[in-house]
């Protein structure tokens, strides 16, 4: 116990007259945690000051008048009390509503726009080009069988294309198409020629590195009728690759092989970033392989019973991530698929 400062009051007016400290002490609260001290200084059960009195009441002489004083505190000091509880919930109302107000004249959030993805760009666009020359857009299933994906596009069955290494199979004997070939059959199936459909999609490869990844997306082009030449081929892949890159852009055929197409060429375009005269994109060389080509082999139209001596076509297939990298200068395939915000805004802006 501290020793007493002041003797304590004795009559019923002392105990009145500590009502105006107090009212003084209850009018300074200005939270919750001085409210709260307050309270337990005043009517706190153990040790508050109205407690102190209470215990003082046996040995006062008029015990009456001072129980009744020290009554009539408590109440005040309650009163006091609820009435500064009342204030701070005001003041806490207010301070909430604050914060929730709507300021005009603060600049609007903005939403951000969505971007279509570079590759679906390029394809749509590569897709209106050859809408405008007579083609329709042609789709087929990712999943399909050997017979589309390889016997009928004249795959022998040793073809090294068919191993493990670069196709993903079912275990039911079927596979992910390795190319979007399997619905030029589907179409030459299905339709008779005249026909010219262009077919984008996915495609599944084993192969994964900075150029490759397991899974890409191809176009390709199928045109059959009566009397279609290579010349035809030539003009057509000249006229496309003119409007997709520019009309400056050079183009080269060189002889390749496709089991599909026979004769079959690599389409070459004077590299887009050095304009034909050398960097280090397109290693010094000024040119760049862009597609594949050729004439489709007598065979497949045959095994899609096409008569090959009434009819000829061209095919021809490329990437559409090969040339979403080179229109958007995307370094590395994978950036494509990892629907990274930022490439997807980018591309976007074009
Ligand atoms: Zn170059």
Wanted: aromatic share 8%; proline share 7%.
């Amino acid at each position: 116990m501290s020793s007493e400062p002041a003797a304590p009051p004795a009559h019923p007016e002392e105990v009145a007259r500590l009502a105006g400290e107090a009212d003084a002490e209850i009018a300074a609260v200005s939270d919750r945690r001085g409210w709260e001290a307050v309270r337990i200084r005043w009517i706190g059960r153990r040790e508050g000051r109205v407690r102190e009195l209470l215990d003082l009441i046996p040995r006062v002489a008029d015990k009456r008048g001072f129980g009744q004083a020290v009554n009539r505190l408590k109440e005040r000091v309650e009163a006091a009390l609820a009435a500064a509880d009342e204030r701070l919930a005001a003041a806490e109302r207010a301070a909430q509503r604050r914060e929730a107000a709507v300021d005009v004249t603060l600049p609007g959030r903005r939403v951000p726009g969505g971007a279509i993805h570079p590759v679906i760009q390029i394809s749509r666009e590569i897709e209106e080009i050859f809408v405008r020359l007579g083609y329709t857009v042609a789709e087929g299933p990712e999943v399909e069988s050997d017979r589309y994906n390889f016997e009928l596009l004249n795959f022998p069955p040793d073809h090294p294309a068919r191993d493990t290494q670069d196709t993903f199979f079912l275990e039911d004997g079927r596979l992910l198409r390795t190319h979007t070939s399997p619905v030029q059959i589907r179409t030459m199936l299905a339709r008779r020629p005249p026909l010219r459909v262009i077919i984008p999609g996915r495609v599944y490869r084993h192969d994964n590195d900075l150029r490759h990844s397991p899974m890409f997306h191809q176009v390709e082009g199928l045109a059959v009728a009566e009397g279609i030449r290579f010349s035809d081929l030539k003009g057509t892949l000249e006229a496309f690759l003119h409007r997709l890159f520019s009309p400056e852009t050079g183009v080269r055929l060189r002889p390749s092989f496709f089991p599909f197409t026979e004769p079959s060429c690599e389409v070459d375009i004077t590299c887009p970033f050095c304009r034909g005269k050398g960097c280090a994109t397109c290693s010094e060389t000024g040119w760049m392989e862009i597609l594949g080509a050729g004439m489709v082999d007598p065979r497949v139209l045959a095994g899609c019973g096409v008569d090959p001596d009434r009819y000829t076509g061209f095919a021809f297939g490329l990437g559409l991530d090969r040339v979403a990298m080179i229109r958007f200068g995307i370094p590395n395939i994978r950036l494509l698929f990892e629907n990274d915000e930022r490439l997807l805004r980018q591309a976007g802006i074009r």
